[in-house]
């Protein structure tokens, strides 16, 4: 359920109607609920309390808008970072330093140091050599660095090939079969306190067998640490579910995930951790466009509306489908291609999509842009990056205007109504 709803045949955001934040603040612009963002953490919160012991921490690249961050650190949810960049937005979010994990193939000293500086939850280690340089930097710090280590389970999550990571070519952790030795080397080292293992297969996961396998191998894997005398306390199962995008798809809920985990976890004895991203935040934005013009095309129409993969680059990158509707509600429907203004033939959001009929000037939505939307953002043919926008209730405001993420902490907009 999300609260992207039409209300006398007008889409609303909330009690927003969409109109209305076009005209007041740009298209195209992504729009955010924040009564979604709060029913989803709760949601996924409540489903995984069958398991037990549970830390959930939102994977912050799935939306790194503050004032998204904040709606979720506000309700209750840590976070998983995987740059110094997420790390200073979590923390500017208001997310408790212990409750930041940080993930990443690719962490530099800087940004390991950083880390420990801000004394964070804990690092979830890629490799032996990201183990040794942390263990290093903690020792000279005096520090003592919380970690487990990420292991790859050779499981195939049976999502796109760009966004599995568990399969034993993709980059992420280490082999499952080196795990124990890597683990006996990492847990001698001075500075570092390991303390149980990490593992993520991927992302949109439409399927709950593959997850299973990863956690029965990850179940094995503590019990051979243990009985090579490890304490194991903790075990981070990542995030990787998958959302609705099609009005018919039928992804698991979390709550058949939360009771998949609670079985296939029993009698750990381990506080759980939970990385999700696109499930919380997926549904709880769209993409709010208007056409410019439709032009005849050998087969169909071109629907060229005012978005592009600039802003939301998932169906140029990934083929992936966001459902298109009109603001205006309309039963009148057609066949289109839905494309954007770049010149690149790849800024083509649809082909030979039924939807509702649009026409020049008419506003229309993408959902599910919530997530991986305007994070991947670029400026690509010189374009502005697309605003965001939060409603709540009645409200809206101006989340950010797009500022570089390098300069963005203060600059970027919360309003004073978020709390
Ligand atoms: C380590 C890690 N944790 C969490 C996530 C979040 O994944 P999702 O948005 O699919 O829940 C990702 C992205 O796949 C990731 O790489
Ligand atoms: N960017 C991807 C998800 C990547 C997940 C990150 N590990 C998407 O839009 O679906």
Redesign the pocket.
């Known amino acids: 359920m999300d609260h992207f709803q039409y209300r006398n045949g007008i889409l609303h955001a909330e009690d927003v109607p969409l109109p209305a934040i076009a005209a007041a603040v740009a298209s195209p612009v992504y729009v955010y609920s924040r009564a979604t963002l709060e029913r989803h953490a709760r949601v996924f919160q409540d489903a995984l309390k069958p398991a037990g012991d549970v830390e959930v921490a939102f994977?912050v690249?799935?939306n790194p808008n503050l004032a998204v961050l904040r709606v979720l650190a506000n309700a209750g949810m840590g976070a998983?970072v995987?740059s110094g960049g997420e790390l200073r937005r979590a923390l500017a979010a208001g997310v408790g330093r212990d409750r930041i994990v940080f993930?990443g193939v690719g962490k530099t000293d800087a940004e390991l140091a950083l880390g420990l500086e801000e004394n964070i939850g804990q690092f979830n280690i890629e490799s032996e050599e990201e183990g040794i340089e942390l263990s290093a930097i903690a020792a000279s710090k005096g520090a003592t660095a919380y970690c487990t280590l990420r292991v790859n389970p050779d499981v195939d999550a049976g999502t796109h090939a760009k966004?599995s990571?568990g399969k034993a070519e993709n980059k992420f952790g280490v082999p499952i079969d080196r795990a124990p030795a890597i683990y006996a080397r990492l847990a001698a080292l001075p500075g570092l306190r390991l303390r149980g293992v990490a593992v993520?297969i991927?992302?949109?996961i439409a399927d709950l067998a593959p997850m299973a396998a990863a956690i029965m191998r990850m179940g094995e894997l503590v019990g051979a640490l243990r009985g090579n005398g490890h304490v194991v306390t903790h075990v981070d199962l990542?995030?990787?579910?998958g959302v609705r995008y099609r009005p018919d798809d039928a992804p698991p809920t979390p709550t058949d995930y939360g009771a998949m985990v609670a079985r296939a976890t029993k009698g750990w004895g381990v506080r759980l951790m939970f990385?999700?991203?696109?499930?919380i935040v997926g549904n709880a934005g769209v993409l709010l466009t208007k056409v410019i013009r439709v032009k005849p095309g050998a087969t169909h129409p071109f629907v060229v509306v005012d978005a592009a993969m600039n802003d939301l680059a998932r169906p140029a990158l990934y083929d992936a489908y966001h459902h298109f509707e009109p603001v205006i509600e309309t039963n009148t429907t057609f066949t289109a291609n839905i494309v954007g203004p770049v010149c690149e033939s790849g800024d083509t959001f649809a082909m030979a999509r039924d939807c509702g009929v649009v026409g020049a000037g008419d506003l229309a939505v993408f959902r599910t842009a919530g997530?991986y939307g305007a994070t991947m953002a670029s400026t690509y043919n010189s374009r502005d990056l697309v605003p965001e926008v939060l409603v709540d209730g009645s409200r809206h405001a101006v989340v950010a205007d797009r500022i570089p993420a390098a300069t963005v902490m203060g600059a970027e907009r919360v309003p004073d109504w978020l709390g």
Do not use: C, F, Q, Y
């Not at 990542?238 to 579910?241: A, C, H, K, T």
């Not at 990385?275 to 499930?279: K, T």
């Open positions: 994977a690249k799935a998983d995987v993930s966004i990571t993520h991927g992302s949109m990542g995030g990787g579910l990385e999700p991203g696109r499930v997530a």
